[in-house]
């Protein structure tokens, strides 16, 4: 990679374009049967709304936990939240992700509709959001001051060394949240609007019944969602430089049965049209363009070696100058 250099703490700097333009259009080129791949994917709607369902009966009835006792039950309140909720809350990040794209129904109104629903256990209204930030990350990958899926300079500098790493992951839910805003704040559009109110109107109906415990079991599964849990660990992997040249990364292991295949993640950016439970067929239709590629096999190893490898950190990641672009 041409032009790319890392100083003791910087970033990966590089002047060439996101890998995955030129590479869909090889793919297509040798491979133009991949087009049979652009489809939807019929069981996304049903898929979320189990998810919804297990995740907001769990908030209304938690608090029967306590009758075990406050010693027992608060243990099991914890476990719940960490095995079942935090399962649920990660894998309804990505299936609000897989409808970000459009991949559940024809309409992009209809997609956003079911994304509001997605987002009720999650408690904060971010799908809308989510959406836009996410569309800047596909078409702007790694641009300074415009992908916010990259840590700020003053964040890398801040969480370093093994326990700032631990800090900055157990908590990296909220810097998700909270970085676009220093990134480049958005201006409110409709639909954001509606998120907002559809959010609102949804825990008003629930909260009331689901009491504080239940509130409290969807903030915790939510905080164990995007930190301390093996499925966050695709936040790290997908774009953490574990292989200099390399910019983004596919994990293959079992964990992508819950998580919408979000792990076949070089596959999606080359197509983000291409639903997640499409990406398997894709690696097999194109396996030269993927099989010479660095991918991970492990989450859990991906946050081990990203909290106590020294030659890890923040500034691991490819950005890019808006202007050379």
């Known amino acids: 990679m041409s032009n790319q250099t890392q100083m003791k703490e910087d970033f990966y700097w590089t002047d060439e374009r996101e890998p995955h333009y030129e ?16 489809t939807k994917n019929p069981y996304l709607p049903y898929s979320t709304a189990n998810l919804v369902a297990l995740q907001v009966a769990a908030a209304l009835f938690i608090h029967q936990v306590f009758a075990l006792g406050a ?19 990660h ?12 991949l559940a129904f024809k309409r992009t109104k209809h997609n956003n509709w079911l994304a509001f629903v997605a987002n009720i256990p999650l408690v904060v209204p ?15 990958q790694g641009k300074d001051g415009v992908d916010a899926d990259i840590p700020l300079r003053n964040e890398a500098k801040m969480f370093k060394g093994i326990f700032g790493k631990i800090i900055w992951f157990v908590h990296q839910i909220i810097f998700y949240a909270v970085r676009p805003t220093f990134v480049k704040p958005l201006e409110f559009d409709k639909w954001m609007i509606y998120n907002i109110i559809f959010q609102v109107a949804a825990m008003a109906m629930i909260l009331p019944f689901a009491g504080w415990v239940g509130l409290l079991y969807l903030l915790l599964s939510l ?23 390399q910019e983004t990364y596919s994990y293959y292991g079992p964990l992508n049965l819950l ?18 439970c499409n990406l ?18 492990s989450w859990t190893k991906v946050i081990t070696q990203f909290l106590f490898r020294k030659d890890i950190s923040l500034f691991n990641r490819i950005k890019r100058n808006p202007k050379e672009q």
């Open 71 to 89: 010693g027992w039950g608060t243990v099991v309140f914890i476990v719940t939240a960490y095995v079942v909720g935090a399962t649920a809350s």
């Open 91 to 102: 894998a309804l990040f990505l299936a609000i992700h897989e409808i970000t794209h459009n």
């Open 259 to 276: 998580t919408f295949n979000v792990g076949h993640h070089n596959e999606h950016h080359d197509f983000p049209n291409i639903p997640g």
């Open 280 to 297: 398997p067929k894709l690696r097999k239709m194109a396996p030269e363009f993927y099989e010479n590629l660095y991918y991970h096999t």
């Open 126 to 140: 971010y799908a809308m959001s989510f959406k836009e930030y996410h569309r800047k990350h596909h078409f702007e």
């Open 23 to 38: 590479r869909r259009k090889e793919i297509l080129r040798k491979h133009p049967e991949v087009k049979q791949l652009f």
């Open 223 to 245: 905080l164990f969602a995007g930190g301390l849990h093996p499925t966050s660990g695709h936040f790290i992997s997908e774009h953490y430089v574990f292989k200099e040249g």
